[in-house]
Protein backbone atom coordinates (compact mmCIF):
# COMPACT_ATOMS: atom_id res chain seq x y z
CA UNK A 1 0.00 0.00 0.00
CA UNK A 2 2.69 2.18 1.19
CA UNK A 3 4.11 1.57 -2.37
CA UNK A 4 1.19 2.48 -4.12
CA UNK A 5 0.41 5.84 -2.22
CA UNK A 6 3.94 7.09 -3.13
CA UNK A 7 3.50 6.01 -7.30
CA UNK A 8 -0.09 8.23 -7.16
CA UNK A 9 2.28 10.99 -5.12
CA UNK A 10 4.81 10.95 -8.07
CA UNK A 11 1.73 10.93 -10.69
CA UNK A 12 -0.14 13.53 -8.74
CA UNK A 13 3.36 15.96 -8.61
CA UNK A 14 3.73 15.27 -12.94
CA UNK A 15 -0.08 15.96 -13.64
CA UNK A 16 0.26 18.94 -11.74
CA UNK A 17 3.65 20.06 -13.29
CA UNK A 18 2.51 18.69 -17.01
CA UNK A 19 -0.80 20.94 -16.59
CA UNK A 20 1.67 24.02 -15.12
CA UNK A 21 3.99 23.39 -17.96
CA UNK A 22 0.53 23.39 -20.46
CA UNK A 23 -0.72 26.81 -19.16
CA UNK A 24 2.80 28.38 -19.16
CA UNK A 25 3.15 27.21 -22.75
CA UNK A 26 -0.18 28.84 -23.82
CA UNK A 27 0.26 31.68 -22.49
CA UNK A 28 3.43 32.51 -23.66
CA UNK A 29 1.87 31.34 -27.39
CA UNK A 30 -0.58 33.92 -26.90
CA UNK A 31 1.77 36.44 -25.84
CA UNK A 32 5.19 35.52 -27.57
CA UNK A 33 3.50 33.21 -30.52
CA UNK A 34 3.97 36.05 -33.43
CA UNK A 35 7.33 36.52 -31.95
CA UNK A 36 8.84 32.73 -32.50
CA UNK A 37 6.69 32.31 -35.70
CA UNK A 38 8.75 34.90 -37.32
CA UNK A 39 11.99 34.41 -35.76
CA UNK A 40 14.97 34.42 -38.11
CA UNK A 41 15.75 30.90 -38.24
CA UNK A 42 12.36 30.08 -39.70
CA UNK A 43 12.69 32.71 -42.32
CA UNK A 44 12.11 29.62 -44.97
CA UNK A 45 8.18 29.73 -43.59
CA UNK A 46 8.12 33.96 -42.27
CA UNK A 47 11.34 35.60 -44.26
CA UNK A 48 10.94 37.80 -47.29
CA UNK A 49 7.64 37.73 -49.49
CA UNK A 50 5.87 36.70 -46.60
CA UNK A 51 6.48 40.19 -45.32
CA UNK A 52 3.45 41.18 -47.03
CA UNK A 53 3.18 44.36 -45.33
CA UNK A 54 4.29 47.62 -46.34
CA UNK A 55 6.61 50.38 -44.24
CA UNK A 56 5.30 53.46 -45.47
CA UNK A 57 6.47 57.24 -44.37
CA UNK A 58 3.92 60.03 -42.94
CA UNK A 59 3.40 61.12 -47.10
CA UNK A 60 2.45 57.42 -48.12
CA UNK A 61 5.50 57.03 -49.72
CA UNK A 62 6.78 53.51 -50.02
CA UNK A 63 9.49 52.19 -48.34
CA UNK A 64 9.69 48.78 -47.72
CA UNK A 65 7.06 46.40 -49.26
CA UNK A 66 7.09 42.77 -51.07
CA UNK A 67 6.67 41.77 -54.52
CA UNK A 68 5.65 38.04 -53.44
CA UNK A 69 9.07 36.75 -54.14
CA UNK A 70 11.35 38.89 -52.05
CA UNK A 71 11.37 42.48 -49.68
CA UNK A 72 11.80 45.21 -51.86
CA UNK A 73 13.08 49.05 -50.87
CA UNK A 74 12.83 52.34 -52.35
CA UNK A 75 13.05 52.79 -55.78
CA UNK A 76 15.63 56.05 -54.65
CA UNK A 77 19.32 54.44 -53.69
CA UNK A 78 20.03 57.43 -50.97
CA UNK A 79 16.78 57.39 -49.67
CA UNK A 80 16.81 53.46 -48.96
CA UNK A 81 20.11 54.64 -46.99
CA UNK A 82 18.42 57.48 -45.32
CA UNK A 83 16.20 55.52 -43.89
CA UNK A 84 17.79 51.92 -43.50
CA UNK A 85 17.98 52.03 -39.52
CA UNK A 86 14.29 53.50 -39.48
CA UNK A 87 12.99 50.56 -41.75
CA UNK A 88 15.07 47.72 -41.30
CA UNK A 89 17.46 45.04 -43.48
CA UNK A 90 16.57 41.83 -44.96
CA UNK A 91 18.50 40.05 -42.59
CA UNK A 92 16.98 41.14 -39.45
CA UNK A 93 20.10 42.46 -37.91
CA UNK A 94 19.07 45.89 -37.16
CA UNK A 95 17.01 45.42 -33.91
CA UNK A 96 15.22 48.89 -33.50
CA UNK A 97 13.76 49.20 -37.11
CA UNK A 98 10.18 48.92 -38.30
CA UNK A 99 10.67 45.82 -40.19
CA UNK A 100 12.06 44.11 -37.02
CA UNK A 101 10.14 45.47 -34.68
CA UNK A 102 6.75 45.06 -36.24
CA UNK A 103 7.62 41.63 -38.41
CA UNK A 104 4.25 39.62 -36.87
CA UNK A 105 2.54 42.68 -37.95
CA UNK A 106 3.76 43.00 -41.75
CA UNK A 107 3.66 39.01 -41.89
CA UNK A 108 -0.01 38.89 -41.26
CA UNK A 109 0.43 36.44 -38.21
CA UNK A 110 -2.81 35.24 -35.89
CA UNK A 111 -3.23 32.61 -33.08
CA UNK A 112 -5.43 30.77 -35.25
CA UNK A 113 -4.02 30.21 -39.05
CA UNK A 114 -0.55 31.85 -37.89
CA UNK A 115 0.87 32.97 -41.30
CA UNK A 116 -1.42 31.91 -43.43
CA UNK A 117 -5.21 32.56 -44.02
CA UNK A 118 -8.42 30.39 -44.80
CA UNK A 119 -8.16 31.73 -48.45
CA UNK A 120 -4.83 30.53 -48.47
CA UNK A 121 -2.90 33.95 -49.05
CA UNK A 122 -1.26 36.25 -46.56
CA UNK A 123 -2.42 39.22 -44.95
CA UNK A 124 0.29 41.82 -43.72
CA UNK A 125 -0.34 44.81 -42.38
CA UNK A 126 0.96 48.25 -43.22
CA UNK A 127 3.15 50.07 -40.95
CA UNK A 128 3.29 54.19 -41.32
CA UNK A 129 6.07 55.58 -39.84
CA UNK A 130 5.82 59.71 -38.66
CA UNK A 131 8.91 59.98 -40.56
CA UNK A 132 9.46 62.20 -43.76
CA UNK A 133 11.76 60.17 -46.35
CA UNK A 134 12.63 63.30 -47.80
CA UNK A 135 13.79 65.13 -44.93
CA UNK A 136 15.85 61.99 -44.34
CA UNK A 137 17.89 61.94 -47.46
CA UNK A 138 18.29 65.49 -46.88
CA UNK A 139 20.16 64.51 -43.73
CA UNK A 140 22.00 61.93 -45.16
CA UNK A 141 23.54 64.06 -48.01
CA UNK A 142 24.40 66.73 -45.59
CA UNK A 143 26.18 64.11 -43.36
CA UNK A 144 28.38 63.71 -46.41
CA UNK A 145 29.52 60.06 -45.79
CA UNK A 146 30.82 60.88 -42.34
CA UNK A 147 29.17 59.10 -39.58
CA UNK A 148 26.91 60.43 -36.99
CA UNK A 149 23.15 61.03 -36.26
CA UNK A 150 20.61 63.63 -36.89
CA UNK A 151 17.03 64.24 -35.32
CA UNK A 152 14.42 66.06 -35.76
CA UNK A 153 10.90 66.31 -34.50
CA UNK A 154 7.76 67.89 -33.84
CA UNK A 155 8.00 69.25 -29.90
CA UNK A 156 4.00 69.61 -30.28
CA UNK A 157 2.89 66.58 -31.23
CA UNK A 158 6.36 64.18 -30.41
CA UNK A 159 6.49 62.98 -34.55
CA UNK A 160 10.11 62.49 -35.52
CA UNK A 161 9.91 63.71 -38.84
CA UNK A 162 13.55 63.24 -39.47
CA UNK A 163 15.69 60.05 -37.67
CA UNK A 164 19.31 59.16 -39.69
CA UNK A 165 22.08 57.28 -38.66
CA UNK A 166 25.10 56.91 -40.35
CA UNK A 167 27.39 54.26 -41.23
CA UNK A 168 24.29 52.76 -43.43
CA UNK A 169 24.29 51.00 -46.29
CA UNK A 170 21.92 49.96 -49.30
CA UNK A 171 19.34 47.29 -47.84
CA UNK A 172 18.20 46.48 -51.94
CA UNK A 173 22.15 46.13 -52.51
CA UNK A 174 23.97 45.16 -49.68
CA UNK A 175 27.83 44.73 -49.77
CA UNK A 176 29.14 41.23 -50.57
CA UNK A 177 31.39 41.43 -47.70
CA UNK A 178 29.54 42.25 -45.14
CA UNK A 179 29.54 40.08 -42.84
CA UNK A 180 33.04 38.75 -44.02
CA UNK A 181 35.00 42.33 -43.07
CA UNK A 182 32.97 43.43 -39.85
CA UNK A 183 35.75 45.88 -39.26
CA UNK A 184 35.00 47.90 -42.29
CA UNK A 185 31.04 48.57 -41.43
CA UNK A 186 31.70 48.99 -38.25
CA UNK A 187 28.74 50.35 -36.55
CA UNK A 188 26.38 49.69 -39.12
CA UNK A 189 23.85 48.13 -37.84
CA UNK A 190 23.63 50.55 -34.81
CA UNK A 191 20.63 53.43 -34.74
CA UNK A 192 22.94 56.05 -33.77
CA UNK A 193 20.08 58.62 -32.83
CA UNK A 194 18.68 55.86 -30.46
CA UNK A 195 21.84 53.71 -29.28
CA UNK A 196 25.12 55.82 -29.73
CA UNK A 197 26.53 57.86 -26.63
CA UNK A 198 29.00 60.50 -27.62
CA UNK A 199 30.66 62.88 -25.38
CA UNK A 200 28.66 66.07 -25.68
CA UNK A 201 31.01 68.76 -25.36
CA UNK A 202 30.01 72.46 -25.36
CA UNK A 203 26.26 71.27 -25.57
CA UNK A 204 26.23 69.60 -22.08
CA UNK A 205 26.60 73.79 -20.88
CA UNK A 206 22.88 73.41 -20.89
CA UNK A 207 22.71 71.52 -18.45
CA UNK A 208 24.91 73.14 -16.20
CA UNK A 209 23.65 76.53 -16.85
CA UNK A 210 20.58 74.85 -15.77
CA UNK A 211 22.15 73.94 -12.29
CA UNK A 212 23.44 77.42 -12.42
CA UNK A 213 20.11 79.47 -13.06
CA UNK A 214 18.76 76.91 -9.56
CA UNK A 215 21.29 77.42 -7.71
CA UNK A 216 23.16 80.67 -7.85
CA UNK A 217 20.81 83.84 -7.20
CA UNK A 218 22.88 86.15 -8.39
CA UNK A 219 23.63 84.92 -11.81
CA UNK A 220 22.26 87.51 -14.25
CA UNK A 221 24.52 89.81 -12.16
CA UNK A 222 28.10 87.78 -12.03
CA UNK A 223 31.24 88.63 -14.14
CA UNK A 224 32.80 86.11 -15.43
CA UNK A 225 37.12 86.68 -16.24
CA UNK A 226 38.70 84.25 -19.05
CA UNK A 227 42.36 85.01 -19.86
CA UNK A 228 42.69 81.63 -21.83
CA UNK A 229 43.25 79.43 -19.14
CA UNK A 230 42.60 78.11 -15.42
CA UNK A 231 44.86 76.66 -12.51
CA UNK A 232 42.03 74.66 -10.88
CA UNK A 233 43.58 72.18 -7.97
CA UNK A 234 46.61 72.23 -9.77
CA UNK A 235 45.80 71.61 -13.30
CA UNK A 236 44.94 73.63 -16.08
CA UNK A 237 41.93 74.16 -17.63
CA UNK A 238 42.21 75.72 -20.99
CA UNK A 239 39.64 78.00 -23.60
CA UNK A 240 39.31 78.04 -27.02
CA UNK A 241 39.89 82.53 -26.80
CA UNK A 242 40.58 84.60 -24.35
CA UNK A 243 37.40 86.23 -23.57
CA UNK A 244 37.91 89.00 -21.11
CA UNK A 245 35.33 90.02 -18.82
CA UNK A 246 32.16 88.64 -19.61
CA UNK A 247 28.48 88.21 -17.95
CA UNK A 248 26.67 84.81 -17.50
CA UNK A 249 24.77 84.86 -20.84
CA UNK A 250 28.28 85.89 -22.80
CA UNK A 251 30.43 83.21 -21.25
CA UNK A 252 26.95 80.79 -22.77
CA UNK A 253 27.55 82.51 -25.99
CA UNK A 254 31.61 82.52 -26.48
CA UNK A 255 30.84 78.96 -25.54
CA UNK A 256 34.08 79.63 -22.42
CA UNK A 257 35.53 76.63 -20.55
CA UNK A 258 36.41 79.05 -17.51
CA UNK A 259 33.49 79.79 -16.89
CA UNK A 260 31.39 77.03 -16.59
CA UNK A 261 34.48 75.09 -15.40
CA UNK A 262 34.00 77.83 -12.49
CA UNK A 263 30.41 77.21 -12.06
CA UNK A 264 30.66 73.46 -12.10
CA UNK A 265 32.78 73.85 -8.85
CA UNK A 266 30.42 76.42 -7.09
CA UNK A 267 27.61 74.62 -7.74
CA UNK A 268 29.09 71.50 -6.72
CA UNK A 269 29.06 67.50 -7.24
CA UNK A 270 26.09 66.98 -5.29
CA UNK A 271 23.81 69.51 -7.13
CA UNK A 272 25.75 69.04 -10.69
CA UNK A 273 24.46 65.55 -10.27
CA UNK A 274 21.35 66.21 -9.28
CA UNK A 275 20.24 68.50 -12.01
CA UNK A 276 21.66 65.91 -14.32
CA UNK A 277 19.36 63.16 -13.12
CA UNK A 278 16.62 65.41 -13.11
CA UNK A 279 17.21 65.74 -16.80
CA UNK A 280 17.29 62.38 -17.70
CA UNK A 281 20.60 61.35 -17.22
CA UNK A 282 20.78 57.66 -16.41
CA UNK A 283 17.76 57.00 -17.54
CA UNK A 284 16.73 55.08 -20.59
CA UNK A 285 13.63 55.59 -22.68
CA UNK A 286 11.11 53.61 -25.24
CA UNK A 287 10.66 54.49 -28.16
CA UNK A 288 7.80 52.34 -29.88
CA UNK A 289 9.32 49.64 -28.15
CA UNK A 290 13.14 50.70 -28.41
CA UNK A 291 15.10 51.41 -24.92
CA UNK A 292 17.81 54.00 -25.76
CA UNK A 293 20.99 53.99 -24.52
CA UNK A 294 21.27 56.26 -20.75
CA UNK A 295 22.99 59.23 -20.75
CA UNK A 296 26.28 59.24 -18.47
CA UNK A 297 27.22 61.73 -15.86
CA UNK A 298 28.71 60.78 -12.92
CA UNK A 299 31.16 63.09 -10.68
CA UNK A 300 31.07 61.58 -7.37
CA UNK A 301 34.16 61.32 -5.36
CA UNK A 302 35.47 63.81 -8.39
CA UNK A 303 38.68 66.16 -8.18
CA UNK A 304 37.52 70.09 -8.32
CA UNK A 305 39.75 70.23 -11.64
CA UNK A 306 37.28 66.86 -12.92
CA UNK A 307 33.96 68.33 -11.72
CA UNK A 308 35.43 71.56 -13.93
CA UNK A 309 36.07 69.58 -17.05
CA UNK A 310 32.39 67.72 -16.41
CA UNK A 311 30.95 70.81 -16.52
CA UNK A 312 32.35 71.65 -19.25
CA UNK A 313 30.80 68.50 -21.24
CA UNK A 314 34.31 66.53 -20.73
CA UNK A 315 35.53 64.12 -17.79
CA UNK A 316 33.42 61.17 -18.39
CA UNK A 317 30.34 62.46 -20.10
CA UNK A 318 28.29 60.59 -22.63
CA UNK A 319 24.88 61.92 -24.07
CA UNK A 320 22.61 60.01 -26.10
CA UNK A 321 21.28 62.02 -28.88
CA UNK A 322 17.52 61.15 -28.37
CA UNK A 323 17.86 62.27 -24.69
CA UNK A 324 19.18 65.43 -26.16
CA UNK A 325 16.31 65.98 -28.44
CA UNK A 326 14.11 64.89 -25.30
CA UNK A 327 15.57 67.96 -23.80
CA UNK A 328 15.31 70.47 -26.76
CA UNK A 329 11.56 69.60 -26.40
CA UNK A 330 10.79 70.10 -22.80
CA UNK A 331 12.93 73.76 -22.75
CA UNK A 332 10.80 74.03 -26.02
CA UNK A 333 7.91 73.12 -23.63
CA UNK A 334 8.41 75.18 -21.24
CA UNK A 335 9.97 72.57 -18.94
CA UNK A 336 7.84 69.46 -19.72
CA UNK A 337 9.14 67.42 -22.66
CA UNK A 338 6.57 65.64 -25.23
CA UNK A 339 8.04 62.30 -25.90
CA UNK A 340 9.47 61.80 -29.29
CA UNK A 341 8.27 58.85 -31.23
CA UNK A 342 8.60 57.35 -35.28
CA UNK A 343 5.45 54.59 -35.74
CA UNK A 344 2.31 56.48 -36.51
CA UNK A 345 0.26 54.03 -37.47
CA UNK A 346 -0.48 49.64 -38.12
CA UNK A 347 -3.50 48.84 -39.83
CA UNK A 348 -4.61 45.90 -41.12
CA UNK A 349 -5.14 44.26 -44.73
CA UNK A 350 -8.52 44.65 -43.89
CA UNK A 351 -8.13 48.59 -42.74
CA UNK A 352 -8.58 48.43 -38.76
CA UNK A 353 -5.89 49.96 -36.93
CA UNK A 354 -4.10 48.26 -34.34
CA UNK A 355 -1.66 50.65 -32.84
CA UNK A 356 -2.04 53.87 -33.02
CA UNK A 357 0.77 56.82 -32.31
CA UNK A 358 -0.58 59.33 -30.03
CA UNK A 359 1.08 62.72 -28.42
CA UNK A 360 1.96 62.16 -24.62
CA UNK A 361 4.45 63.86 -21.96
CA UNK A 362 7.00 62.77 -19.77
CA UNK A 363 7.79 64.86 -16.42
CA UNK A 364 8.81 67.90 -16.38
CA UNK A 365 12.62 68.48 -16.22
CA UNK A 366 12.73 71.77 -15.82
CA UNK A 367 10.80 74.96 -13.60
CA UNK A 368 8.91 77.00 -16.15
CA UNK A 369 11.24 79.86 -15.41
CA UNK A 370 14.44 77.90 -16.14
CA UNK A 371 13.16 76.57 -19.13
CA UNK A 372 12.19 80.17 -20.21
CA UNK A 373 15.72 81.88 -19.43
CA UNK A 374 17.35 78.74 -20.87
CA UNK A 375 15.34 79.46 -24.27
CA UNK A 376 16.51 83.19 -24.23
CA UNK A 377 20.26 82.20 -23.57
CA UNK A 378 19.82 80.01 -26.36
CA UNK A 379 18.02 82.40 -28.92
CA UNK A 380 20.82 84.83 -28.07
CA UNK A 381 23.57 81.84 -28.81
CA UNK A 382 21.88 81.94 -32.69
CA UNK A 383 21.23 86.08 -32.85
CA UNK A 384 24.17 87.49 -31.21
CA UNK A 385 26.88 84.77 -32.02
CA UNK A 386 26.36 82.04 -34.60
CA UNK A 387 24.37 84.13 -36.64
CA UNK A 388 21.01 84.37 -37.52
CA UNK A 389 21.87 83.10 -41.23
CA UNK A 390 22.33 79.33 -40.11
CA UNK A 391 18.69 78.87 -39.46
CA UNK A 392 16.93 81.75 -41.51
CA UNK A 393 14.04 83.22 -40.12
CA UNK A 394 12.99 80.07 -37.36
CA UNK A 395 13.91 82.43 -34.49
CA UNK A 396 16.33 79.63 -33.93
CA UNK A 397 17.46 78.79 -30.42
CA UNK A 398 20.84 76.33 -30.61
CA UNK A 399 24.25 75.30 -28.47
CA UNK A 400 26.77 73.98 -30.73
CA UNK A 401 29.72 71.73 -28.85
CA UNK A 402 32.83 70.37 -29.81
CA UNK A 403 33.36 66.55 -28.14
CA UNK A 404 37.51 65.65 -27.58
CA UNK A 405 37.46 62.24 -27.39
CA UNK A 406 41.20 61.99 -27.69
CA UNK A 407 43.09 58.95 -29.11
CA UNK A 408 44.43 61.07 -32.16
CA UNK A 409 41.27 61.44 -33.42
CA UNK A 410 38.86 64.99 -34.39
CA UNK A 411 36.44 65.63 -31.91
CA UNK A 412 32.68 64.87 -32.79
CA UNK A 413 31.03 68.17 -33.76
CA UNK A 414 27.09 68.56 -31.84
CA UNK A 415 24.35 70.82 -32.32
CA UNK A 416 21.12 71.21 -30.86
CA UNK A 417 18.52 72.94 -30.81
CA UNK A 418 14.91 74.30 -31.97
CA UNK A 419 12.23 77.00 -33.60
CA UNK A 420 10.99 79.48 -30.58
CA UNK A 421 8.50 80.18 -33.37
CA UNK A 422 4.82 78.39 -33.12
CA UNK A 423 4.40 78.12 -36.37
CA UNK A 424 7.48 76.15 -36.87
CA UNK A 425 8.01 73.67 -33.61
CA UNK A 426 10.76 72.13 -34.37
CA UNK A 427 13.31 70.60 -32.57
CA UNK A 428 16.56 69.32 -33.62
CA UNK A 429 19.60 67.49 -32.69
CA UNK A 430 22.92 66.44 -34.79
CA UNK A 431 26.14 65.03 -34.15
CA UNK A 432 28.88 64.60 -36.81
CA UNK A 433 31.75 62.20 -36.05
CA UNK A 434 35.22 63.69 -36.25
CA UNK A 435 33.57 66.48 -37.20
CA UNK A 436 35.91 69.04 -35.73
CA UNK A 437 33.72 72.37 -34.63
CA UNK A 438 29.89 72.04 -33.67
CA UNK A 439 29.00 74.89 -35.71
CA UNK A 440 30.86 74.15 -38.92
CA UNK A 441 30.12 70.05 -38.96
CA UNK A 442 26.78 70.02 -37.28
CA UNK A 443 25.68 73.17 -37.63
CA UNK A 444 24.99 73.17 -41.61
CA UNK A 445 23.25 69.73 -41.68
CA UNK A 446 20.66 70.76 -39.15
CA UNK A 447 20.22 74.04 -40.64
CA UNK A 448 19.73 71.79 -44.27
CA UNK A 449 16.75 69.27 -42.37
CA UNK A 450 15.69 72.60 -40.63
CA UNK A 451 14.54 74.68 -43.55
CA UNK A 452 12.86 72.11 -45.34
CA UNK A 453 11.30 70.80 -42.42
CA UNK A 454 10.11 74.43 -42.25
CA UNK A 455 8.97 75.07 -45.69
CA UNK A 456 7.22 71.63 -46.25
CA UNK A 457 5.36 71.84 -42.79
CA UNK A 458 5.49 75.19 -41.39
CA UNK A 459 2.29 77.33 -40.99
Known sequence: MKTTGNRSLILYVLSIAFAAG??????????????WAVQPFNRHISGGASMTGQIVDRTGMVLSSSNGKERVYNDDASIRKATLHAVGDDAGYISSSAQYRYRSELTGYNLFTGLGSPFGNRLGSDVTLTLDAELCKTAYTALNGRKGAVLLCNYKTGEILCMVSTPSFDPANPPEDLLDNPENYEGVYLNNALSGLYTPGSTFKIITSAAAIENIPDLDSRRFQCSGSKIINGN???CTAVHGDQSFQDALGHSCNIAFGELAVEIGEEAMMKMAEEMGFGKSY????????????????????ALAWSGIGQYTDQVNPYHMLRIMCAIAGNGTPVEPYTTKEVKTSFGMTTSQGKTSYGEALLSVSTASKLKEAMRSNVRDYYGEGLFPGMQACAKTGTGEVGEGKQPTGWIVGFSADEDTPFAFVAVVEEGGYGVSSAGPVASAVMQQAVQKYGK
Do not use: H, M, P, R
Open 236 to 238: KIT
Open 22 to 35: LLFFLGEYLLQGGQ
Open 286 to 305: SVDGVSTAKSVYNVKGASED
